[in-house]
């Protein structure tokens, strides 16, 4: 099998997680609303208990956790469910460029319904800056939305200080922490969050289920239902709960709580190897404030080398991510490279890299000779690297342009 | 996506990647795409003035896997060609033989491009009038 680093995509499910899901799929398949009898009282209990794993790993109350299919969906019944419900006390929602797609482009519907969205640059370390954030709220604000770190550098934003400014003007912070629950302590009270989006299968839990956490006290957060139907969810998300899924996502989050710290140390420790090996080379420049980062996640350009073209070199054994999606057949570089300033040159020239649970000191070793191999290779039939070797200024030759 | 065995080939073992000196009278360059864009070709043939025959051709691509297999194959066509008969070379021909996907098309007119480019910088240089292209293809 080739090797993963693509955990920033997804994860595979940890045997411990598998393991406790199937007997809900067969024996114990009861429907956790039906309250008439034994199958649907196991598929309840079952639920309540995985709320409680879940609630425990961000510190909140189980009450708070309200199950959907994903983070996808959390950022939508966020969003849009918050955007409803404060209709009365404005239409503004202040985000950042950064922020992935689910959230952008919930952001977008807002507007076309005739919201307001402000969306704040970042600095070319992918930071947002707070004075920034403070200036844009208005007497309309009713919700911010800044993600806890970024899914393609990892970068993680000063989440505590834009609660507390949003508390002193009075308006919810959502934040979107897929990539960060289960890899850092996230603490809902000491964080300050209002709300938050995460999902099982970035943590090594099934895909198809995740959970928007909604604060009820201090103050008490209310978020219009986007799914019409039998009320589960204190009415907030209709739909038969996915008893295995959730029962997944609730062993998931157990795991995380008893081993985060020390994975975390550990992959942090081998994102640095890795990090060190590859800044070896010549023109390789990290993408992404360093310090404030997730600890399994780095992503880095090669200058002078494509993306896509530097993969091919290695895909059969390394899986992997590129900054330049020329894959997904769009051919734009990274949104999230490019609003930190990067040129398109160099963010087509990135690679993304997502440690996990299961990655091997021996992987890392291979990856680091891999992709050095394949970057001195393609450099060596690169006009480009030619032309800068030869002290050739490439910003003054006359491009054609497709 | 999955590539043919013949491009996978060209890109791991890449034909006339290389050099040839652009101030000789008898070498034409060309240089085609942008980096913004994701690929950057150079393409250089070397004339041999007695037989008129294309004696050499080199390389050196910025790019994707197809746009580096492209360029390979197209310089290993341009050897012992005219210069008429390497102009009649077609990105579609190079599509067959790679078999391109169909978002990778524009790797192959990159390296029609990039070979119109070279020999239209060899006619300059020897006094020739450019060939203006009569086919759009973007």
């Not at chain 1, 076309?112 to 970042?122: A, D, F």
């Not at chain 1, 494509?306 to 070199?313: D, I, N, Q, V």
């Amino acid at each position: 099998m080739p090797i993963y680093l693509d955990n920033n995509a997804t994860t595979p499910c940890d045997p411990r997680v598998v393991e406790a899901m199937i007997p809900y799929f067969t024996e114990k398949f009861g429907n956790a609303a039906s309250r008439s009898h034994s199958f649907g009282w196991a598929g309840e209990e079952a639920v309540d208990y995985a709320r409680e794993q879940v609630a425990k790993l961000i510190n909140a109350d189980p009450k708070e956790i309200i199950f959907t299919s994903g983070a996808t969906e959390a950022d939508n019944l966020a969003i849009k469910g918050v955007y409803e419900m404060y209709a009365s006390k404005g239409n503004h929602i202040i985000t950042c460029t950064t922020e992935h797609k689910a959230v952008l482009d919930t952001c977008k519907h807002i507007e076309k319904l005739g919201g307001q969205v402000t969306y704040l640059p970042v600095a070319e370390d992918g930071l947002i800056d707070l004075k920034e954030l403070e200036a844009a709220i208005t007497d309309k604000t009713i919700l911010i939305s800044i993600m806890y770190g970024n899914n393609e550098i990892g970068v993680l934003q000063p989440i505590r200080e834009i609660s507390a400014i949003a508390r002193k003007h009075g308006v919810l912070l959502f934040t979107d922490a897929t990539q960060a629950v289960g890899k850092i302590p996230v603490d809902v009270i000491a964080d300050g969050i209002d709300l938050m989006a995460f999902s099982a299968h970035k943590m090594y839990g099934p895909k198809g289920v995740g959970a928007l956490y909604v604060r009820r006290k201090n103050p008490r957060v209310k978020v219009t239902a986007q799914m019409d139907g039998g009320g589960h969810e204190r009415g907030m998300r209709s739909g038969t709960m996915n008893v295995p899924g959730i029962v997944g996502f609730g062993k998931a989050c157990e795991i995380c709580m008893n081993e985060m710290e020390s994975e975390a140390a550990r992959l942090s420790k081998m994102r640095d190897r890795l990090e060190a090996g590859l800044m070896q080379l010549e023109e390789a420049y990290v993408n992404g404030n360093r310090e404030h980062r997730l600890p399994h996640v780095a992503n880095i350009s090669f200058k002078y080398v494509e993306g896509e073209g530097l993969m091919m070199g290695f895909n059969k054994d390394i899986a992997l991510s590129s900054g330049s999606a020329c894959t997904s057949a769009s051919l734009e570089p990274s949104y999230v490279l490019k609003a930190l300033g990067l040129g398109d040159d160099l963010a087509h020239s990135s690679l993304r890299f997502g440690l996990g649970r299961f990655t091997t000191d021996d992987q890392i070793d291979f990856t680091i000779k891999a992709i050095s191999d394949t970057v001195i290779k393609l450099r060596e039939m690169s006009p480009l690297w030619e032309m800068f070797k030869d002290g050739v200024d490439l910003n003054s030759i006359e491009w054609a342009h497709h | 996506m999955a590539y043919s065995e013949k491009l996978i080939d060209h890109y791991q073992h890449p034909k006339n990647v290389g050099t040839l000196d652009k101030a000789k009278q008898n070498v034409g360059t060309g240089l085609v795409g942008a980096p913004e864009c994701g690929d950057v070709m150079r393409l250089q043939i070397e004339v041999d003035e007695e037989s008129g025959l294309i004696s050499d051709a080199k390389f050196k691509t910025f790019g994707c896997g197809s746009a580096i297999a492209s360029s390979s194959i197209a310089t290993e066509w341009l050897k012992g060609k005219t210069v008429d008969e390497a102009l009649a070379i077609d990105n579609m021909d190079i599509v067959e033989e790679l078999n391109l996907p169909p978002v990778k098309i524009h790797c192959s007119v990159l390296a029609e491009d990039a070979i119109k480019a070279a020999i239209n910088d060899y006619r300059v240089k020897n006094g020739l009038p450019e060939i203006v292209e009569d086919k759009k293809h973007h």
